[in-house]
């Protein structure tokens, strides 16, 4: 679970491609990612692409994919408003929240 950018100080896509490849290389092939989105000043439609490429580096490692999807705002609040965290955590343990479809 992290931040799914290119652009982040606390996490890029290629540390997670990489971390991905370590899985695939020690025979896992059940690793679900929780992407937390939405660097401050990144374009809002910037998350989905991003989700894109990890979907399409778990399909070409045989991996399972992509779990949880939700903005940094929600699960790495520096606010303590607990609410917030509170439904970020439930969502990745609990499986809470919206469900949406796989692209394909």
């Avoid at 939405?38 to 399972?64: M, P």
Wanted: aromatic share 10%; net charge positive.
């Amino acid at each position: 679970m992290g931040i799914v950018s290119f652009y982040s100080s606390h996490g890029s896509l290629n540390h997670l491609f990489a971390l991905l490849d370590l899985a695939r290389r020690q025979g896992l092939d059940r690793v679900f990612v929780h992407a937390f989105i939405g660097r401050r000043g990144e374009r809002a439609e910037s998350g989905a692409a991003y989700i894109d490429k990890v979907e399409e580096k778990c399909r070409s490692f045989g991996l399972g994919g992509v779990a949880t999807i939700m903005g940094r705002h929600w699960s790495l609040d520096r606010e303590e408003n607990w609410s917030r965290v509170e439904k970020a955590y439930r969502a990745i343990v609990y499986g809470e929240g919206r469900r949406v479809r796989p692209s394909r």
